[in-house]
């Protein structure tokens, strides 16, 4: 049981690429998350889904889009990355009265 | 101000003494409330809900204050392996999408 997990592990990006963040889970849930974490500043919700097929935004959602591929797969892009956006990406699954959160995305954006 | 405020520490503790720290919330309809803990670069994990009657969970001891808003993290006998960031997690209204992260309280747990 693989849980939550997200690819790549690590990216460094130039201002201007654009690249898709990848999560998966394999616990059947419903509701699924994209957070980022910066130093001192906590989770931040950037956009969530609550079922397949639809997806609302969170606290800080510019500059993301997401897709809400089928019920496994909830995939976070980045068209055109800034250097604000470095940060850790989280990808998390919520079951009942828990959120299940995968290993993480470390981007850098130079 | 933040929704969520905890103290960053960190907190040096050694090995088999007690611990607390609290964790502040502003809105007073919070619904449920949680701790997680964080391992440096990893992911967060539940570490225990926290319920209004309080509870415990072997060495750790969570406790809701609603009246002053505020929910408390207790670890006796601490182990080196309890050194961690713990995050204090409120849902503003029992609904998904409405997480809120406290930036977490750095414990470091010293032989």
């Known amino acids: 049981n693989a849980g939550v997990t997200q690819t790549p592990k690590f990216q460094v990006l130039k201002t201007g690429q654009s690249m898709t963040l990848q999560c998966a889970q394999d616990?059947?849930?419903?509701?699924m998350y994209w957070y980022r974490q910066d130093p001192g500043m906590g989770l931040r919700l950037i956009y969530y889904?609550?079922?397949?097929?639809?997806?609302d935004k969170g606290e800080v959602p510019n500059g993301y889009n997401v897709s809400r591929l089928n019920k496994r797969e909830f995939s976070l892009r980045l068209e055109s990355a800034a250097p604000s956006q470095t940060s850790v990406y989280f990808c998390?699954?919520?079951?009942?009265?828990?959120?299940?959160f995968g290993p993480g995305t470390r981007l850098t954006v130079t | 101000r933040k929704e969520v405020e905890q103290d960053p520490g960190p907190f040096n503790v050694p090995e088999g003494a007690t611990v607390a720290f609290n964790c502040t919330y502003s809105?007073?309809?919070?619904?449920?409330f949680f701790w997680y803990r964080q391992d440096c670069r990893k992911e967060p994990k539940l570490l225990m809900s926290?319920?209004?009657s309080g509870n415990e969970d072997g060495r750790f001891t969570a406790q809701l204050n609603r009246a002053s808003q505020y929910i408390s993290l207790l670890i006796r006998d601490s182990k080196l392996s309890d050194s961690a960031t713990y995050l204090c997690?409120?849902?503003?209204?029992?609904?998904?999408?409405?997480?809120?992260f406290g930036a977490g309280t750095q414990v470091v747990v010293t032989p």
């Open positions: 889904s609550a079922s397949e097929g639809t997806t």
């Open positions: 616990m059947n849930h419903n509701s």
């Open positions: 997690v409120v849902n503003m209204d029992d609904s998904w999408g409405k997480f809120q």
């Open positions: 809105n007073s309809a919070s619904q449920s």
């Open positions: 926290v319920y209004s």
């Open positions: 998390a699954s919520e079951g009942v009265a828990e959120q299940y």
